[in-house]
């Protein structure tokens, strides 16, 4: 089924969401899923429920679903296609619901090969359409048990309003007869039904109501992207809320509708192949990189710890990164160094943040070292103080014994997500640290890769945005009135000068007049002592011919570099170029 249709002859076919999901490993489940709709088509009516939260690939299996099994030339059923979305769009519930029925009723009329005998039900459709649109379109809905209030007011009797959805049952059965009477290769009507969580979830499962009840048809099976979380939220108004009391009544509804659920395998997804593939595609990671297990693992574990395996949010990931990489070239004038791999580690875990918690991406912009997030700043946002049991609970536990992890506990309190995921929180924030290694300049160079993923935070900018004393800048540099260096060329040029001026200099002298504590890096380092990787260091050498290694990545502490050279070292000057 599904491994047979992404041939080369069909790839063209076959969507970016639909190459994700065989990407993430689950064609096996997809396939399964594709042969027991076939097979249950057997046993009509069925309605099948892709259950899973938005963005994890509904909508991409249910296209998978279309094109096994009804776009294929020798595909055996007639496809319905509805995003009840865009129904619904600018319009009351009730017209929205007459809207997503008359959708239906129009795509099935298209199939029908005579003509006067599609004329003949649209005007008797019409017709009924026109009684139900007088009630409000609640006759159909209160037929079915959702809302007879209105049935009565406007209709003569409750049998009345039975006999019009009786009436619309039977025409619509004679247009799925006629089309499938007019191609024998044809088994029956699959309806899509897409986007039902998208909209408000009482008019959602007045929808699955209806649907239920007049298209209870023979050979007809119902695909519905729709989650439980959604039918339940929707079911308040009729049960209350969800109670161990009430929780049977919530299951009996859902499973009256459905007859086969099947939950996206979110947790099945590989995400390592997909993220791996996904990063060399875009060039953000090297493909030498990427080979590397301790890397692909550090991507893993930030990726689990923040976005999980939720297509849409991986997608997003990718689209950020691409674009941060493509800024970046654009402001270097395409010098591959200025991204090292650190640096690059740290994008991605920012922008992870950023899709995952945004609410605590925005307070790392207003306070990027988080190491150092205290009282004060819990008092500035306004978070609840903490139990004396809580507090006792919180410091004999590893993810939240500082200071600053108990204020990242407070502030995941203030989200229902958050508090969901706060180990995953504290978690990620301490893999950023240790990716960094360095708790004195952790704020720099958190605030440093921050400025890259801001452009595309999401977030209303309702006061001036706050410019930091550390921002980063893409300024270019001279070095004695000469050249237009990016920072690390600048750098460069700086400490190959000093040894021109001074050649008898030696590296444990270069590195007193450059101190280490200026790059996260090391500014020099020799031969002897090696390095992890050597496209994060420019090569020099003395002029006894002993080389050495220059520090080529430089965020904010830049300044700092300036700063040395002008107050310790005489013959050099640094000034920004246009």
Not at 314 to 324: G, S, V
């Amino acid at each position: 089924f599904i491994s047979g249709a992404f041939t080369e002859n069909n790839e063209k076919l076959c969507s970016l969401n639909w190459k994700c999901l065989i990407a993430f490993g689950i064609a096996t489940s997809i396939d399964a899923l594709a042969s027991g709709v076939s097979l249950k088509l057997t046993d009509t009516p069925i309605t099948i429920a892709l259950q899973g939260e938005w963005g994890s690939g509904k909508t991409s299996l249910m296209n998978l679903l279309k094109y096994n099994l009804c776009d294929t030339d020798d595909s055996p059923y007639f496809p319905i296609w509805i995003n009840t979305w865009q129904y619904s769009l600018m319009k009351t519930p009730s017209q929205a619901i007459m809207s997503i029925l008359e959708g239906i009723i129009n795509q099935i009329g298209a199939l029908n090969p005579n003509v006067h005998k599609w004329a003949e039900s649209k005007k008797k459709i019409g017709g009924l359409f026109k009684k139900m649109a007088i009630a409000g379109t609640k006759a159909a809905v209160g037929a079915v048990g959702i809302d007879s209030g209105l049935v009565d007011e406007v209709l003569d009797t409750e049998e009345t309003a039975s006999s019009d959805i009786m009436q619309l049952k039977e025409e619509i059965e004679k247009l799925i007869a006629d089309a499938l009477d007019r191609d024998s290769s044809k088994q029956g009507f699959i309806f899509y039904i897409d986007d039902l969580d998208r909209i408000d979830p009482p008019v959602a499962v007045e929808i699955l109501e209806l649907l239920k009840n007049i298209f209870d048809l023979e050979k007809c099976v119902f695909v519905l992207a729709i989650d439980y979380d959604v039918v339940i939220k929707g079911l308040k108004p009729k049960f209350g809320e969800l109670t161990d009391a009430n929780e049977r009544e919530f299951r009996s509804f859902f499973d009256k509708i459905i007859q086969l659920p099947f939950s996206m395998p979110v947790a099945s997804y590989n995400v390592d192949t997909f993220l791996v593939d996904a990063l060399s595609k875009i060039e953000f990671f090297s493909n030498e990189e990427l080979q590397d297990l301790t890397l692909a693992e550090t991507l893993s574990e930030i990726t689990r710890l923040s976005v999980g395996s939720n297509p849409r949010s991986l997608k997003r990931l990718t689209n950020t990164l691409a674009l941060i990489s493509i800024i970046n070239k654009k402001q270097n004038d395409g010098e591959g160094h200025t991204q090292d791999r650190l640096s690059k580690m740290l994008n991605y875990a920012m922008v992870c943040i950023q899709i995952a918690y945004p609410y605590i991406y925005n307070q790392l912009t207003e306070s990027p070292n988080f190491k150092s997030w205290n009282e004060k700043v819990a008092a500035k946002l306004k978070l609840r103080p903490l139990t004396e049991q809580e507090y006792d609970v919180l410091d004999s536990t590893e993810e939240f014994d500082e200071e600053w992890e108990k204020v990242v506990f407070r502030m995941c309190q203030k989200e229902t997500y958050l508090s969901n995921r706060v180990f995953s929180v504290s978690g990620l924030l301490n893999k950023i640290a240790q990716i960094i290694g360095n708790d004195e300049q952790l704020g720099e160079i958190i605030e440093a890769t921050l400025e890259m993923s801001a452009v595309t935070n999401i977030k209303a900018f309702d006061t001036p945005k706050k410019i930091s004393s550390t921002q980063k800048n893409y300024d270019k540099y001279a070095v004695n009135g000469s050249g237009r260096y990016s920072k690390g060329r600048m750098v460069e040029t700086v400490i190959n000068t000093y040894v021109a001026q001074h050649p008898d200099v030696t590296i444990d002298a270069l590195k007193q007049v450059f101190p280490d504590h200026l790059n996260p890096l090391r500014v020099i380092k020799s031969f002897a002592e090696g390095v992890k990787d050597p496209k994060r260091y420019y090569v020099s050498q003395l002029p006894s011919g002993e080389q050495f290694y220059i520090a080529a990545g430089w965020g904010p502490n830049i300044n700092k570099f300036i700063e040395v050279v002008h107050s310790t070292i005489s013959g050099i000057v640094i000034t920004n170029v246009e």
